[in-house]
């Protein structure tokens, strides 16, 4: 149990508290990219997630046997390794969201969260916390891809994973699945995450103080 | 001839490669700070890209293909273009140290950036020859510069202005490259 409790936050500090799109602001192409629809971000959400929590756990195996010196080529190509097969597998399986995807599933390659969590947690940690590191960034990067593609399908198209939600008299934003709303949206997203935290840490800090005044009344 | 001047168009503006495609966010976001180290990256991103198009286009159409391994484009090109920016930095540290001195912090900063991968990607999937992937490759550098040091111009008059407080950093940045994308989709269907 006492263990269970110490990995949790390891898992759980992706979806919300370091959330690599809202809070991190780091590979930001795809999610501006791919998420015109909630199904293209969905994809583009799992990839992300297999690719990360995949090469957490690589380059946690082969930690001691690497050079540091020559750590950063060893990650990239154990990256593009496993995007390959994801773009293998995609290809095969499901050769429209393959389509869909374009140039920016060959580019998950390039997202500086998979390498950042590969330098920066990966390779000091062990396989079971590498994974569950990596696949909680996954889940918030999934997250965050679903949130925008589902503002963004909503207001553009009025629909929902390709069902009509709005009703028949509303007329689609077009410039929500166009570049420049998404760069609009992301603006207001980073914005409202922004607020959210400063408020959370405004109560967090009224709660510390509250407790120290109860303990100081108590003594 | 119209063919290349097509091309070169359309990279530059209509299919902007940041504006459009959202490719290169991450140092169009963090160079536009300051309009000279934008203009100097713009530079930087042109000349490598131009040259690791050349490269990657002669190791797919004369080692990948012939063998028959085009599945390892992604891995191959990925390791190509880091290692050459890698390459050209030690050369230009050694030969050129006032370019270097200009320049060298940019290089770092592109060795594995999406917009240098993608430019090659791109070429290869849509088998231009090597002229036009050179061609390709200078307007879609060409296409970064210009929209990265417009965005330094209009962020540097934003440090006058009075943005909300949440908006303030990356928010504001966001919704102006959203205004600036709005601007070139005017040129979409121009060709």
Redesign the interface.
Known sequence: MDKLKELWPIYSKGLLAENPIFIL??S???A??VTTTVINGLTMGLTVTFVITSNNVVVSLVRHLVNPKVRV?VY??SI??I??VA??VLQAYFPVLYKAMG?YL??V??F?II?ARAEVFASKNGVVRSFLDGFGMGCGFTLAMLVISAIRELIGSGTLLGYQVMGSGYEPML?MI???????L???L???T??WN?HREKIEAQEARRREARKEAEA | MAEYLTLFIGAVIINNFVLTKFLGLCIFFGISKSFSASVGMGMAVTSVMTMSSILAWIVYFFVLEPLGVTFLTTIVFVVLTASFVQLLELVIKKQAPALYNMWGIYLLLIATNCIVLAVPLLNVENSYSLLKSIVFAIGSGLGFALAIALMASLREKLVYADVPKPLQGIGIAFILAGMLSLAFLGFSGML
Do not use: D, S
Request: aromatic share 4%; proline share 10%; glycine share 4%.
């Open positions: 602001a780091l930001l192409c795809p501006l990219a080529p990239i190509t593009a390794t995007v390959t773009q293998l140039i060959a580019l390659v390039v500086a390498l410039m166009l570049p420049p709303g998404a760069f609009i992301i603006g207001y980073v914005a409202a922004k607020t400063a």
